[in-house]
């Protein structure tokens, strides 16, 4: 009970103002955001509203009242890509996507509130989260689906390109950690060292619903994809003694099933998709 979650506009100062007004919290974690970079390729508009003017907005409610702790949770993605080597968090932001530009931006807000008004807050770094419940315009729900319906599974350019994966209870629990102990002004890289082409994720995943491989459709690249994310998170290790529990083995099969137990509500989700899919999956 010591954390409440709500679900709002994070644009309407109004609304906020009522929330604090009511809750008086101390603690403030950002989560609220655009997340998906496909949709920020088609259409910018709504990323550049929700993770810059929204983010404005909230450190602005949070600044009138007080706040003792500000959480912003960000994305590895504000680093651009490396072949080779890790991301530290001293690594200059190179951003490549409309939506990565957008959380870079909410980063250097971020970072302005705390020099320019001792404002205290620190940054969160994750990289690419899984689980239960993740909305099917993203990667591995989107592979779930397809091949538990037996339809073309759409894999960009070649299947090369690498990320890396963490649970989504392992991240759950290291943002506590983080929340509690992490020190006002830093940032924190929070990884899992699991790194794999997506290929192999789609190939990992198909063995577990026992699909064939012949469900992968290669199809056209997309626009500036970046080609590896990668993060050092010993600081997080050493500072705050965070290590990741769930293997990306254990997760996958996990998530599955739990997508398997859900198909009503991952169909239902569906539905709003399909059109979306058509103008994001073109074949080469």
């Given at each position: 009970?010591?954390?409440?979650?709500?679900?709002?506009?994070?644009?309407?100062?109004?609304?906020?103002?009522?929330?604090?007004?009511?809750?008086?919290?101390?603690?403030?974690?950002?989560?609220?955001?655009?997340?998906?970079?496909?949709?920020?390729?088609?259409?910018?508009?709504?990323?550049?509203?929700?993770?810059?003017?929204?983010?404005?907005?909230?450190?602005?409610?949070?600044?009138?009242?007080?706040?003792?702790?500000?959480?912003?949770?960000?994305?590895?993605?504000?680093?651009?890509?490396?072949?080779?080597?890790?991301?530290?968090?001293?690594?200059?932001?190179?951003?490549?996507?409309?939506?990565?530009?957008?959380?870079?931006?909410?980063?250097?807000?971020?970072?302005?509130?705390?020099?320019?008004?001792?404002?205290?807050?620190?940054?969160?770094?994750?990289?690419?989260?899984?689980?239960?419940?993740?909305?099917?315009?993203?990667?591995?729900?989107?592979?779930?689906?397809?091949?538990?319906?037996?339809?073309?599974?759409?894999?960009?350019?070649?299947?090369?390109?690498?990320?890396?994966?963490?649970?989504?209870?392992?991240?759950?629990?290291?943002?506590?950690?983080?929340?509690?102990?992490?020190?006002i002004g830093e940032i924190y890289n929070l990884g899992s060292g699991n790194e794999r082409q997506n290929i192999e994720i789609v190939k990992t995943i198909l063995r577990i619903l026992n699909k064939p491989l012949d469900l992968?459709?290669?199809?056209?690249?997309?626009?500036?994809?970046?080609?590896?994310?990668?993060?050092?998170?010993?600081?997080?290790?050493?500072?705050?003694?965070?290590?990741?529990?769930?293997?990306?083995?254990?997760?996958?099969?996990?998530?599955?099933?739990?997508?398997?137990?859900?198909?009503?509500?991952?169909?239902?989700?569906?539905?709003?998709l399909r059109s979306y899919w058509k103008k994001v999956y073109k074949q080469s």
């Open positions: 009970g010591r954390f409440k979650f709500y679900k709002a506009d994070i644009c309407n100062a109004g609304r906020l103002e009522e929330i604090f007004q009511q809750e008086k919290p101390k603690i403030v974690v950002h989560f609220a955001a655009e997340s998906h970079v496909d949709r920020s390729i088609l259409s910018s508009s709504e990323f550049i509203q929700t993770n810059i003017a929204g983010t404005q907005t909230l450190l602005d409610a949070c600044k009138k009242h007080g706040i003792k702790k500000f959480i912003h949770v960000s994305t590895d993605e504000v680093y651009g890509d490396i072949e080779i080597g890790k991301f530290h968090e001293t690594t200059a932001l190179s951003p490549n996507s409309p939506y990565s530009a957008s959380k870079a931006a909410g980063d250097l807000l971020v970072k302005s509130y705390i020099r320019t008004f001792q404002f205290p807050a620190l940054i969160i770094r994750p990289s690419n989260n899984y689980g239960p419940w993740q909305y099917p315009e993203k990667f591995i729900p989107v592979i779930i689906y397809k091949a538990l319906n037996n339809e073309k599974i759409p894999v960009y350019g070649k299947g090369m390109n690498i990320r890396e994966w963490l649970y989504v209870s392992d991240c759950a629990d290291a943002i506590l950690k983080i929340t509690e102990g992490g020190k992968v459709s290669y199809v056209k690249d997309r626009p500036g994809h970046d080609f590896r994310y990668s993060l050092d998170f010993s600081k997080l290790k050493k500072e705050l003694g965070w290590k990741p529990q769930v293997s990306l083995e254990d997760g996958l099969l996990m998530t599955v099933n739990w997508y398997k137990d859900n198909f009503i509500w991952l169909e239902k989700k569906v539905s709003y």
